[in-house]
């Protein structure tokens, strides 16, 4: 069954430095890929997806992520955090087609100190 | 922009009771899904439904819950028999298109507390 991994339930980084998020998927066949992130207390917004296409895909706030094919990764960064950034992010998955549900992974805490 | 809306933004029910959980689609979105996350864990499929139907569900989604699409907007979650551990944020979603190829919208979710 298709599985995501998120390294690193918890993230650091100093106002102004390079925030790197690091998500990879299980499948053989790449599946549509989605960033999502949550704010305390509030729902899920989307920051980008890759379905087709470029690989680098840019996504709002700053953010964009690589799809690696080779290996079966979808990375998240921002080369410049800001004390905004401080939130929850989501890697996400959706087969092709084989199914219709999204697949999350658990999650990365950003936190961004001054 | 259009959005995914969920109402209400939390309730406190006691343990035994049902709850609806309601939510309004964007309006040509075809697909819709009901997500949940324990507190401090991650977002977990429930179900999803499509052409006034249910074409998916997961272990999770036994017969205490059901879905219903009543009219041309609302998309509701029922829990028949509320348990302590039905404690979570519900969160509606829908998209356009199958598997998200556009995108899946999120509403801003309700925090349902069983005591």
């Known amino acids: 069954a298709q599985s995501v991994t998120q390294l690193g339930s918890h993230v650091s980084v100093s106002e102004g430095a390079l925030v790197l998020l690091r998500c990879n998927y299980s499948?053989?066949?790449?599946?549509?890929l989605f960033w999502y992130v949550q704010y305390p207390n509030q729902g899920l917004q989307l920051l980008l997806k890759?379905?087709?296409?470029?690989?680098l895909v840019k996504g709002i706030n700053g953010f964009e992520a690589e799809f690696k094919k080779s290996e079966t990764s979808f990375h998240l960064t921002k080369p410049s955090a800001h004390m905004s950034d401080a939130a929850e992010y989501f890697c996400?998955?959706?087969?092709?087609?084989?199914?219709?549900?999204?697949?999350f992974g658990t999650g990365t805490l950003l936190a961004v100190q001054p | 922009e259009p959005e995914v809306t969920q109402t209400p933004s939390h309730q406190v029910t006691q343990m035994g009771q049902e709850v609806i959980l309601r939510c309004v689609p964007i309006?040509?979105?075809?697909?819709f899904y009901w997500y949940r996350q324990i507190l401090g864990q991650k977002v977990e499929f429930l179900v999803s439904?499509?052409?006034?139907?249910?074409?998916?569900k997961s272990e999770i989604f036994d017969d205490q819950f059901s879905v219903e699409r009543p009219d041309g907007s609302n998309f509701t979650l029922k829990i028949r028999s509320t348990k302590l551990e039905d404690s979570a944020m519900y969160f509606c979603?829908?998209?356009?298109?199958?598997?998200?190829?556009?995108?899946?919208?999120f509403g801003s979710g309700t925090r349902l507390t069983v005591v």
């Open positions: 996400a998955v959706s087969d092709r087609g084989a199914t219709n549900k999204l697949i």
């Open positions: 890759y379905t087709t296409g470029a690989t």
């Open positions: 979603a829908s998209s356009e298109a199958r598997a998200g190829v556009y995108g899946y919208t």
């Open positions: 499948s053989s066949v790449p599946p549509y």
């Open positions: 309006s040509n979105h075809l697909y």
């Open positions: 439904f499509y052409n006034n139907e249910i074409s998916e």
